[in-house]
């Protein structure tokens, strides 16, 4: 089992939900939260002056996969948030130890 963080822009996440759907990964967590990479932020103009934004908006997405899911599920999202241009996000995929449904006490691979 992995988690998987993407980090994406705000306009990708619900293609990338379609996608997944696709692929029967039903499971994600969004969080809004504000990043920035090689941009480096940006620039926005207010009342005629131009202020420096240091962070641009961005969404974390959390999900967690089987691990004979991991590498279709990784395309799947570097395809959706794919424009070619800076900020398009990142993917960092994680081992998970354990999981349990809190409901059911269902655990690891039937959790999911």
Known sequence: MHMIEAVVKP???????AKLA???IFGCTALECKGF?????HTERYRGAR????????VLLKIAVK???????IEAIRESAHS?????????????????RI???????DAL
């Open 67 to 73: 691990s004979e899911d991991l590498d279709k599920a």
């Open 84 to 100: 070619n241009s800076v900020g398009d996000g990142k993917i960092f995929v994680y081992e998970l130890g354990k999981v349990v």
């Open 22 to 24: 696709e692929l029967g």
């Open 51 to 58: 202020i420096d934004v240091g962070f641009v908006p961005k």
């Open 103 to 109: 409901r059911t006490g269902e655990t690891d691979n």
């Open 11 to 17: 306009f990708v996440v619900d293609k990338i939900k």
């Open 37 to 41: 990479g090689k941009q480096k932020g």
